[in-house]
Protein backbone atom coordinates (compact mmCIF):
# COMPACT_ATOMS: atom_id res chain seq x y z
CA UNK A 1 0.00 0.00 0.00
CA UNK A 2 1.57 3.33 -0.84
CA UNK A 3 2.10 6.31 1.42
CA UNK A 4 0.60 9.54 0.56
CA UNK A 5 2.97 12.80 1.82
CA UNK A 6 1.02 15.83 1.43
CA UNK A 7 2.49 19.21 -0.21
CA UNK A 8 2.49 20.92 3.28
CA UNK A 9 4.74 18.17 5.10
CA UNK A 10 7.18 18.46 1.72
CA UNK A 11 7.47 21.93 2.45
CA UNK A 12 7.83 21.46 5.49
CA UNK A 13 10.94 19.24 5.35
CA UNK A 14 12.20 21.36 3.11
CA UNK A 15 12.02 24.50 5.04
CA UNK A 16 13.77 22.33 7.81
CA UNK A 17 16.46 20.70 5.20
CA UNK A 18 17.50 24.57 4.62
CA UNK A 19 17.59 25.56 8.32
CA UNK A 20 19.95 22.68 8.84
CA UNK A 21 22.29 23.50 5.52
CA UNK A 22 22.00 27.47 6.97
CA UNK A 23 23.08 26.29 10.90
CA UNK A 24 25.93 23.84 9.14
CA UNK A 25 27.69 26.14 7.45
CA UNK A 26 27.52 28.93 9.98
CA UNK A 27 29.04 26.38 12.51
CA UNK A 28 32.03 25.43 9.61
CA UNK A 29 32.65 29.16 9.08
CA UNK A 30 33.07 29.22 12.65
CA UNK A 31 35.27 26.76 13.09
CA UNK A 32 37.75 27.30 10.77
CA UNK A 33 37.66 31.10 10.76
CA UNK A 34 38.81 32.59 13.94
CA UNK A 35 41.39 35.62 15.39
CA UNK A 36 43.55 37.37 12.83
CA UNK A 37 42.05 35.26 10.17
CA UNK A 38 38.64 35.95 10.80
CA UNK A 39 39.58 39.79 11.08
CA UNK A 40 40.95 39.57 8.07
CA UNK A 41 37.91 38.24 6.10
CA UNK A 42 35.42 40.45 8.05
CA UNK A 43 37.71 43.35 6.88
CA UNK A 44 36.37 42.89 3.35
CA UNK A 45 32.95 41.99 4.20
CA UNK A 46 30.16 44.51 2.27
CA UNK A 47 28.63 46.30 5.24
CA UNK A 48 25.07 44.55 4.67
CA UNK A 49 26.46 40.97 5.04
CA UNK A 50 28.60 42.59 8.30
CA UNK A 51 25.52 43.22 9.74
CA UNK A 52 24.34 39.49 9.21
CA UNK A 53 28.17 38.29 10.04
CA UNK A 54 27.68 39.56 13.30
CA UNK A 55 24.81 37.47 14.52
CA UNK A 56 26.81 34.61 13.65
CA UNK A 57 28.48 34.43 17.34
CA UNK A 58 30.13 36.50 19.83
CA UNK A 59 33.38 35.90 18.73
CA UNK A 60 32.02 37.00 15.30
CA UNK A 61 30.78 40.38 16.76
CA UNK A 62 34.16 40.79 18.69
CA UNK A 63 35.83 40.39 14.65
CA UNK A 64 33.36 42.79 13.35
CA UNK A 65 33.78 45.43 16.19
CA UNK A 66 37.35 45.07 16.05
CA UNK A 67 37.71 45.01 12.25
CA UNK A 68 35.55 48.47 12.36
CA UNK A 69 37.89 50.15 15.01
CA UNK A 70 41.23 49.29 12.93
CA UNK A 71 39.42 50.26 9.72
CA UNK A 72 36.45 52.69 10.13
CA UNK A 73 34.16 53.51 7.92
CA UNK A 74 33.87 56.88 7.97
CA UNK A 75 31.78 58.28 5.04
CA UNK A 76 28.69 58.85 5.30
CA UNK A 77 25.77 56.92 3.37
CA UNK A 78 24.08 58.65 0.46
CA UNK A 79 20.14 57.59 1.42
CA UNK A 80 17.48 58.26 -1.82
CA UNK A 81 13.86 57.92 -0.46
CA UNK A 82 11.41 58.01 -3.66
CA UNK A 83 7.58 59.04 -3.75
CA UNK A 84 6.31 57.15 -6.89
CA UNK A 85 3.11 58.08 -8.59
CA UNK A 86 -0.27 57.42 -6.49
CA UNK A 87 2.14 57.82 -3.28
CA UNK A 88 4.17 54.55 -3.09
CA UNK A 89 7.52 55.03 -1.76
CA UNK A 90 10.54 52.95 -1.77
CA UNK A 91 13.91 53.94 -0.32
CA UNK A 92 17.78 52.59 -0.99
CA UNK A 93 21.21 53.29 0.46
CA UNK A 94 24.38 53.78 -0.77
CA UNK A 95 27.75 52.36 1.03
CA UNK A 96 30.33 54.42 -0.48
CA UNK A 97 32.65 51.64 1.37
CA UNK A 98 31.72 48.86 -0.93
CA UNK A 99 30.24 51.51 -4.02
CA UNK A 100 27.11 49.21 -4.01
CA UNK A 101 23.05 50.18 -3.04
CA UNK A 102 21.35 48.29 -0.63
CA UNK A 103 16.91 48.02 -1.10
CA UNK A 104 16.04 49.77 2.36
CA UNK A 105 12.38 49.77 3.77
CA UNK A 106 10.17 52.59 2.70
CA UNK A 107 9.84 55.14 5.84
CA UNK A 108 6.88 53.87 8.70
CA UNK A 109 4.92 57.23 7.79
CA UNK A 110 1.02 57.15 8.31
CA UNK A 111 0.71 59.57 5.78
CA UNK A 112 2.45 59.41 2.08
CA UNK A 113 2.07 63.32 1.40
CA UNK A 114 4.08 65.93 2.64
CA UNK A 115 7.44 63.98 3.14
CA UNK A 116 10.16 66.50 3.87
CA UNK A 117 14.18 66.02 4.68
CA UNK A 118 15.18 67.18 8.47
CA UNK A 119 18.99 67.97 8.05
CA UNK A 120 20.94 67.12 11.18
CA UNK A 121 24.63 66.78 12.31
CA UNK A 122 24.14 63.08 13.71
CA UNK A 123 22.57 62.41 9.82
CA UNK A 124 19.41 63.03 7.64
CA UNK A 125 15.60 61.94 7.94
CA UNK A 126 12.82 61.93 6.52
CA UNK A 127 9.51 63.29 8.03
CA UNK A 128 5.80 63.20 7.63
CA UNK A 129 4.37 66.73 7.96
CA UNK A 130 0.67 67.34 8.40
CA UNK A 131 -1.64 69.32 10.23
CA UNK A 132 -2.10 67.06 13.33
CA UNK A 133 2.08 66.18 13.45
CA UNK A 134 5.11 65.93 12.61
CA UNK A 135 6.91 62.03 12.80
CA UNK A 136 10.32 61.56 12.15
CA UNK A 137 12.20 58.26 10.90
CA UNK A 138 13.37 56.90 14.06
CA UNK A 139 16.60 55.77 11.85
CA UNK A 140 18.90 56.80 8.74
CA UNK A 141 17.07 54.05 6.71
CA UNK A 142 13.45 54.46 7.88
CA UNK A 143 12.99 50.55 9.44
CA UNK A 144 12.75 52.52 12.84
CA UNK A 145 9.16 53.36 13.70
CA UNK A 146 9.14 57.49 13.87
CA UNK A 147 9.60 59.69 16.61
CA UNK A 148 5.86 61.26 16.68
CA UNK A 149 5.56 65.25 18.05
CA UNK A 150 3.04 67.87 17.36
CA UNK A 151 2.89 70.01 14.53
CA UNK A 152 4.41 73.60 14.78
CA UNK A 153 1.83 76.37 16.13
CA UNK A 154 2.11 77.88 12.15
CA UNK A 155 1.28 75.84 9.11
CA UNK A 156 3.87 75.20 6.95
CA UNK A 157 4.15 74.27 3.53
CA UNK A 158 7.90 74.24 2.63
CA UNK A 159 9.72 74.81 5.36
CA UNK A 160 13.25 74.25 6.54
CA UNK A 161 13.63 71.61 9.07
CA UNK A 162 16.80 71.23 10.50
CA UNK A 163 18.29 68.83 14.19
CA UNK A 164 20.49 71.19 16.40
CA UNK A 165 21.76 68.91 19.13
CA UNK A 166 18.11 67.74 20.59
CA UNK A 167 16.17 70.50 19.00
CA UNK A 168 14.30 71.09 15.86
CA UNK A 169 13.63 73.89 14.02
CA UNK A 170 11.41 74.41 11.84
CA UNK A 171 12.24 78.20 9.85
CA UNK A 172 10.24 79.56 7.06
CA UNK A 173 7.52 77.86 4.49
CA UNK A 174 4.65 79.61 6.23
CA UNK A 175 1.15 79.23 4.32
CA UNK A 176 0.28 83.03 3.85
CA UNK A 177 -3.21 82.03 3.76
CA UNK A 178 -3.09 80.73 7.00
CA UNK A 179 -1.03 83.64 8.87
CA UNK A 180 -2.81 85.39 11.29
CA UNK A 181 -2.54 89.28 11.61
CA UNK A 182 1.09 90.26 12.60
CA UNK A 183 2.79 87.04 11.97
CA UNK A 184 5.46 86.40 9.07
CA UNK A 185 5.75 83.65 6.53
CA UNK A 186 9.49 83.77 7.49
CA UNK A 187 8.32 82.73 11.32
CA UNK A 188 11.27 80.39 13.20
CA UNK A 189 9.62 78.14 15.76
CA UNK A 190 12.20 75.47 18.12
CA UNK A 191 10.99 72.46 19.18
CA UNK A 192 12.88 72.23 22.85
CA UNK A 193 10.75 69.18 24.87
CA UNK A 194 7.30 70.27 25.98
CA UNK A 195 6.81 72.19 22.76
CA UNK A 196 6.91 74.29 19.27
CA UNK A 197 8.34 78.22 20.56
CA UNK A 198 8.13 81.08 18.98
CA UNK A 199 11.83 83.13 17.82
CA UNK A 200 12.77 85.70 16.11
CA UNK A 201 12.16 85.47 11.79
CA UNK A 202 14.56 85.25 9.47
CA UNK A 203 17.02 88.22 8.27
CA UNK A 204 15.48 90.84 5.74
CA UNK A 205 17.86 89.58 2.97
CA UNK A 206 16.43 85.58 3.25
CA UNK A 207 12.89 86.94 3.81
CA UNK A 208 11.94 86.58 -0.09
CA UNK A 209 13.26 83.23 -0.07
CA UNK A 210 11.87 81.94 3.15
CA UNK A 211 11.20 78.02 2.13
CA UNK A 212 13.15 75.00 1.15
CA UNK A 213 13.02 74.92 -2.10
CA UNK A 214 15.30 78.17 -2.41
CA UNK A 215 17.20 78.14 0.29
CA UNK A 216 20.36 75.33 0.97
CA UNK A 217 20.78 74.37 5.04
CA UNK A 218 22.87 72.62 6.65
CA UNK A 219 22.76 71.56 10.54
CA UNK A 220 25.63 71.24 13.24
CA UNK A 221 25.58 70.36 16.74
CA UNK A 222 25.17 73.90 17.46
CA UNK A 223 23.36 75.47 14.41
CA UNK A 224 21.34 75.72 11.33
CA UNK A 225 23.06 77.63 8.55
CA UNK A 226 20.66 79.02 5.15
CA UNK A 227 21.94 79.47 1.78
CA UNK A 228 19.86 81.23 -0.44
CA UNK A 229 20.60 78.83 -3.67
CA UNK A 230 20.58 82.02 -6.21
CA UNK A 231 22.10 84.74 -4.87
CA UNK A 232 24.46 83.13 -1.85
CA UNK A 233 23.17 85.25 0.78
CA UNK A 234 24.06 83.31 4.18
CA UNK A 235 23.30 83.46 8.00
CA UNK A 236 22.82 81.28 10.87
CA UNK A 237 20.87 80.29 13.62
CA UNK A 238 21.62 79.12 17.11
CA UNK A 239 18.26 77.41 18.33
CA UNK A 240 19.83 77.20 21.80
CA UNK A 241 20.44 81.18 22.45
CA UNK A 242 17.23 81.55 19.91
CA UNK A 243 19.72 84.21 18.35
CA UNK A 244 20.57 85.01 14.61
CA UNK A 245 24.40 85.12 13.73
CA UNK A 246 25.24 87.56 10.91
CA UNK A 247 23.67 87.98 7.17
CA UNK A 248 26.48 87.87 4.26
CA UNK A 249 26.40 87.35 0.56
CA UNK A 250 28.93 84.58 0.01
CA UNK A 251 30.98 85.23 -2.85
CA UNK A 252 33.93 83.99 -3.33
CA UNK A 253 33.51 83.51 -7.49
CA UNK A 254 30.97 85.97 -9.00
CA UNK A 255 30.23 84.06 -11.84
CA UNK A 256 28.54 81.83 -9.62
CA UNK A 257 24.85 80.89 -10.33
CA UNK A 258 23.90 78.07 -8.00
CA UNK A 259 25.06 77.44 -4.70
CA UNK A 260 24.71 74.41 -2.02
CA UNK A 261 25.96 74.30 1.78
CA UNK A 262 27.83 71.43 3.76
CA UNK A 263 29.41 70.85 7.27
CA UNK A 264 33.34 71.33 7.19
CA UNK A 265 36.10 69.16 9.02
CA UNK A 266 35.57 68.93 12.46
CA UNK A 267 37.81 71.37 14.44
CA UNK A 268 38.02 73.67 17.51
CA UNK A 269 36.35 76.57 14.67
CA UNK A 270 32.96 75.36 13.24
CA UNK A 271 33.48 75.34 9.31
CA UNK A 272 31.20 75.18 6.58
CA UNK A 273 32.12 73.65 3.04
CA UNK A 274 30.21 76.19 0.47
CA UNK A 275 29.54 74.64 -3.12
CA UNK A 276 28.86 77.24 -6.58
CA UNK A 277 28.40 75.88 -9.82
CA UNK A 278 28.55 77.86 -12.73
CA UNK A 279 28.46 77.89 -16.43
CA UNK A 280 31.74 76.64 -18.38
CA UNK A 281 33.54 78.18 -21.12
CA UNK A 282 32.21 77.44 -25.05
CA UNK A 283 35.40 75.32 -25.45
CA UNK A 284 35.68 73.66 -21.97
CA UNK A 285 34.59 69.96 -22.18
CA UNK A 286 31.92 70.42 -19.37
CA UNK A 287 28.72 72.35 -19.21
CA UNK A 288 29.15 73.50 -15.43
CA UNK A 289 32.30 73.55 -13.24
CA UNK A 290 31.41 73.06 -9.52
CA UNK A 291 34.18 74.35 -6.81
CA UNK A 292 34.24 73.95 -2.65
CA UNK A 293 35.36 76.46 -0.30
CA UNK A 294 35.91 76.76 3.20
CA UNK A 295 34.28 79.26 5.04
CA UNK A 296 34.41 80.01 8.95
CA UNK A 297 31.08 79.20 11.25
CA UNK A 298 30.89 82.17 12.68
CA UNK A 299 31.82 85.05 10.43
CA UNK A 300 30.93 83.48 7.28
CA UNK A 301 33.88 84.58 5.63
CA UNK A 302 36.05 82.34 2.91
CA UNK A 303 39.31 80.86 5.20
CA UNK A 304 42.07 82.57 3.68
CA UNK A 305 44.93 79.96 4.12
CA UNK A 306 42.25 77.84 1.95
CA UNK A 307 42.00 77.72 -2.03
CA UNK A 308 39.45 76.49 -3.89
CA UNK A 309 38.49 72.83 -4.90
CA UNK A 310 37.34 72.01 -8.47
CA UNK A 311 35.45 68.85 -9.12
CA UNK A 312 36.73 66.85 -12.03
CA UNK A 313 35.68 67.92 -15.13
CA UNK A 314 34.51 64.48 -16.15
CA UNK A 315 32.71 63.90 -13.34
CA UNK A 316 30.61 67.26 -13.39
CA UNK A 317 29.66 66.87 -17.02
CA UNK A 318 28.10 63.56 -15.89
CA UNK A 319 25.67 65.55 -13.62
CA UNK A 320 25.50 68.28 -16.20
CA UNK A 321 25.94 66.93 -19.29
CA UNK A 322 26.34 68.92 -22.49
CA UNK A 323 23.66 68.83 -25.08
CA UNK A 324 25.27 67.49 -28.38
CA UNK A 325 22.24 67.23 -30.42
CA UNK A 326 21.98 70.89 -31.61
CA UNK A 327 21.48 71.85 -35.11
CA UNK A 328 24.79 72.47 -36.77
CA UNK A 329 23.24 75.88 -38.37
CA UNK A 330 22.16 77.22 -35.24
CA UNK A 331 24.11 79.72 -33.22
CA UNK A 332 24.91 78.53 -30.18
CA UNK A 333 24.71 82.08 -28.76
CA UNK A 334 20.96 82.12 -29.21
CA UNK A 335 20.01 78.92 -27.02
CA UNK A 336 18.80 79.37 -23.79
CA UNK A 337 20.65 77.43 -21.53
CA UNK A 338 18.47 75.83 -18.26
CA UNK A 339 19.89 77.37 -15.20
CA UNK A 340 22.10 75.44 -13.26
CA UNK A 341 20.84 73.58 -9.60
CA UNK A 342 23.09 71.60 -7.39
CA UNK A 343 22.09 69.90 -4.10
CA UNK A 344 24.20 69.04 -1.37
CA UNK A 345 24.08 66.47 1.77
CA UNK A 346 27.29 66.08 3.81
CA UNK A 347 28.64 65.79 7.35
CA UNK A 348 31.99 66.42 8.52
CA UNK A 349 33.89 64.02 6.97
CA UNK A 350 32.44 64.13 3.28
CA UNK A 351 29.38 63.77 1.65
CA UNK A 352 27.60 64.19 -1.88
CA UNK A 353 26.96 66.36 -4.98
CA UNK A 354 24.07 66.46 -6.78
CA UNK A 355 22.15 67.92 -9.85
CA UNK A 356 18.80 69.01 -7.95
CA UNK A 357 16.97 69.38 -10.98
CA UNK A 358 17.63 65.79 -12.31
CA UNK A 359 18.90 63.33 -9.47
CA UNK A 360 18.67 60.90 -11.87
CA UNK A 361 21.61 61.73 -12.96
CA UNK A 362 23.69 60.26 -10.07
CA UNK A 363 26.07 62.09 -7.59
CA UNK A 364 29.51 62.51 -6.92
CA UNK A 365 30.64 61.69 -3.11
CA UNK A 366 33.63 63.86 -1.83
CA UNK A 367 35.67 63.08 1.28
CA UNK A 368 36.99 66.29 3.22
CA UNK A 369 40.88 66.20 4.42
CA UNK A 370 41.34 65.41 7.86
CA UNK A 371 42.73 68.26 9.46
CA UNK A 372 46.27 70.38 7.75
CA UNK A 373 45.85 73.70 5.82
CA UNK A 374 45.72 72.10 2.31
CA UNK A 375 42.31 71.70 0.76
CA UNK A 376 39.15 70.40 2.19
CA UNK A 377 38.36 68.08 -0.42
CA UNK A 378 40.32 65.20 -0.34
CA UNK A 379 39.23 63.11 -3.31
CA UNK A 380 36.01 62.75 -5.54
CA UNK A 381 34.04 59.72 -7.18
CA UNK A 382 31.43 59.18 -8.99
CA UNK A 383 28.15 57.59 -7.64
CA UNK A 384 25.93 55.89 -10.43
CA UNK A 385 21.87 56.62 -10.18
CA UNK A 386 20.34 54.49 -7.76
CA UNK A 387 17.78 51.72 -9.39
CA UNK A 388 14.98 53.20 -7.20
CA UNK A 389 15.23 56.66 -8.99
CA UNK A 390 15.67 55.04 -12.40
CA UNK A 391 12.53 52.50 -11.51
CA UNK A 392 10.32 55.95 -11.10
CA UNK A 393 11.59 58.36 -13.86
CA UNK A 394 8.40 60.36 -12.74
CA UNK A 395 8.55 60.34 -8.85
CA UNK A 396 10.16 62.24 -6.44
CA UNK A 397 13.25 61.77 -5.50
CA UNK A 398 14.72 62.91 -1.76
CA UNK A 399 18.46 62.74 -0.94
CA UNK A 400 20.03 61.94 2.55
CA UNK A 401 23.24 61.50 3.86
CA UNK A 402 24.07 59.49 7.52
CA UNK A 403 25.92 57.75 8.82
CA UNK A 404 24.88 53.90 8.83
CA UNK A 405 25.80 51.28 11.87
CA UNK A 406 25.44 47.96 12.66
CA UNK A 407 22.07 48.47 14.28
CA UNK A 408 20.31 50.22 11.87
CA UNK A 409 21.42 47.60 9.21
CA UNK A 410 20.39 45.26 11.16
CA UNK A 411 16.62 46.52 11.45
CA UNK A 412 16.64 47.17 7.34
CA UNK A 413 18.22 43.96 6.48
CA UNK A 414 15.60 42.31 8.59
CA UNK A 415 12.96 44.40 7.23
CA UNK A 416 13.38 43.33 3.83
CA UNK A 417 12.85 39.72 4.85
CA UNK A 418 14.93 36.73 4.02
CA UNK A 419 16.72 36.31 0.42
Known amino acids: MGVGVRAHDLKHRRHQDDGREAGAASELAAAYLYGDVLESVVERVPAPDLAAAARVSR ?38 CAGAWLAA ?60 GDRV ?29 PCEPMPDALRDSASATWLAAAATDQRVYLVERATGWASWFDPAKRLW ?14 WGVAPGRAGADERLVLFGAKLADKE ?9 WEVDGDTLEPIPSASSDAMPPELSGRLFPREDDVDDEEDPDDIDTEPLSIGVCGNATGGYVYNAAEPSRGAVLYELREGGK ?17 AEPLGRAILACSPVGLDELALAVGARGPH
Request: with cysteine; charged share 20%; proline share 9%.
Open 374 to 390: DTAVARWEWVPCAPAVQ
Open 169 to 197: VALGGACRLALADGEDDAVVEVHDGGGWA
Open 284 to 292: AECTAVIQA
Open 105 to 164: PAPRHATPSHVRLVRGARGDRVCALSLSGLAVAGDPLGAAAPVAMGAPRVWRVDPVLAAV
Open 245 to 258: GPTRRLGPDPAVTA
Open 59 to 96: EWLRAVRAALRRRPRRLPWLVVHVQGRGGARCAAAYDP
